[in-house]
């Protein structure tokens, strides 16, 4: 299954975490070959679980890059963290930066 068969199902779940520069440096070297944090990753997991419910993907955000970041977009840190969240949905969801292919 993928992203899109959430269309399909009563139930679906995303998770979300918020993480440290660190955390999210870790992750981001680990599985995508980038030796710095960034703000939002997102993980397609695309499965339905044994309960029918049908588990989207994992949003992870860095609430550091999000302090860093909230001024320069006119946000406070938790306008800037939620939209960090509607970011990776977005990606979970299939849309992408236009550069990437």
């Known amino acids: 299954m993928n992203a899109k068969d959430f269309l399909n199902q009563k139930k679906v779940y995303v998770s979300v975490t918020v993480v440290s520069d660190k955390e999210?440096?870790?992750?981001?070297?680990?599985y995508l070959g980038r030796d710095?944090?960034?703000?939002?990753?997102?993980?397609?997991?695309?499965?339905?679980?044994?309960?029918?419910?049908?588990?989207?993907?994992?949003?992870?955000?860095?609430?550091?890059q999000a302090q860093?970041?909230?001024?320069?977009?006119?946000?406070?840190?938790?306008?800037?963290?939620?939209?960090?969240?509607?970011?990776?949905m977005l990606h979970l969801l299939g849309v992408h930066h236009e550069e990437e292919k």
């Open 24 to 30: 999210m440096k870790d992750l981001n070297k680990k």
């Open 68 to 88: 860093r970041q909230a001024s320069s977009y006119d946000n406070d840190v938790e306008k800037e963290i939620a939209e960090l969240v509607e970011h990776g």
């Open 36 to 64: 710095y944090p960034t703000d939002v990753l997102s993980f397609e997991i695309g499965e339905l679980q044994d309960d029918g419910a049908f588990y989207l993907g994992d949003i992870v955000v860095n609430k550091e």
